[in-house]
């Protein structure tokens, strides 16, 4: 008796499975503009969501950290003037203190700061040595 009950109801789903695709049959051949339409609306609505997501994603940081590392530049060792070597050369004591400040690694604005004298003086004192 099971058995029979079995195979009617497969036999009323496969009958009611038959009716369904005859109805979307005719649902398609009725409604096929309207399907092609909606489902050419999910094509583009999915690339759009894909190119959307694609363009507004956060860019990748080639950079994270710029570090500046200042180096000290060694400066000679500035040895008193020699009295016979500035007379050889005929260097007056004031150029020569110029020279040590150029030497130091001074800027022009610098030396005249430093040597309290104008900036043309050490441009002075530059072209007539260097």
């Known amino acids: 008796m099971v058995k029979k009950y079995i195979l009617y109801g497969a036999l009323l789903a496969a009958a009611t499975l038959a009716l369904q695709l005859m109805q979307y049959k005719m649902v398609i051949l009725n ?8 489902a050419l609306a999910l094509i583009f609505a999915a690339i759009g ?10 860019k990748q940081l080639i950079v994270e950290k710029v570090i500046t590392v200042m ?9 008193p003037p020699d009295e016979n070597l500035l007379k050889v050369y005929n260097i007056s004591k004031r150029e020569h ?3 040590e400040l150029i030497a130091k690694g001074y800027s022009n604005q610098q030396i005249a700061d430093e040597a309290f004298i104008a900036l043309s003086t050490v441009k002075t004192h530059t072209a007539s040595r260097l």
């Open 31 to 38: 409604r096929s503009l309207e399907l092609y339409g909606v």
């Open 49 to 58: 969501i894909y190119a959307g997501k694609k363009l507004t994603r956060p």
């Open 71 to 79: 180096q000290e530049i060694p400066t000679a060792d500035i040895l």
């Open 97 to 99: 203190e110029i020279l």
